[in-house]
C-alpha cells in the first residue's frame, strides 16, 4: 500500500480548516473553515485569503462556505445564521443586514464592518 500525504509531515499540527481529503485544498464540508484566530489578512465581508495552509481571515473571523469572511454565527448554514427581509424577523436585539451577497440577522456593529445596510 503506498501512502501518500499520510502522517505527519512537520507541518505544526495542521491548519484547523476542516478539509477533507476529497474536497479540494481549502474547502470543507462544513459551514466555516479556518480556525478564526489565524490573523489573516482578509476583513469582515471580504473573500477569504487562500495561503499554503488554508484560507483564512482576520482573526476572530471565519472562512465561511460560500468563501466570504464573517463571524461564525454569520456563515451560512450555521446554526446562528437567521435569514431576515426586515428587523422583527432577528431575536436579540440583533439588525437585519443586506449586503451585496445575502440578507441576514447580526449585531449592528457586524453589519457596519461587512459594509452592509440595516433594513427597516
Known amino acids: 500500500m503506498i501512502c501518500a500525504a499520510c502522517g505527519d509531515d512537520g507541518g505544526g499540527g495542521g491548519g484547523g480548516s476542516g478539509a477533507t481529503d476529497d474536497a479540494p485544498a481549502g474547502v470543507s464540508d462544513g ?13 469582515p465581508g471580504k473573500f477569504c485569503e487562500v495561503t499554503p495552509q488554508g484560507p483564512y481571515c482576520q482573526a476572530g473571523l471565519m ?36 449586503t451585496t451577497s445575502q440578507t441576514f440577522c447580526t449585531k449592528q456593529s457586524a453589519c457596519a464592518s461587512y459594509g452592509g445596510t440595516e433594513l427597516p
Open 63 to 98: 472562512c465561511c462556505s460560500d468563501k466570504v469572511c464573517r463571524v461564525a454565527t454569520d456563515c451560512p448554514g450555521n446554526t446562528g445564521y437567521i435569514m431576515c427581509t426586515k428587523k422583527a424577523d432577528c431575536p436579540n436585539g440583533n439588525v437585519c443586514c443586506q
Open 31 to 43: 459551514a466555516a473553515v479556518g480556525d478564526g484566530q489565524s490573523g489573516g489578512t482578509q476583513g
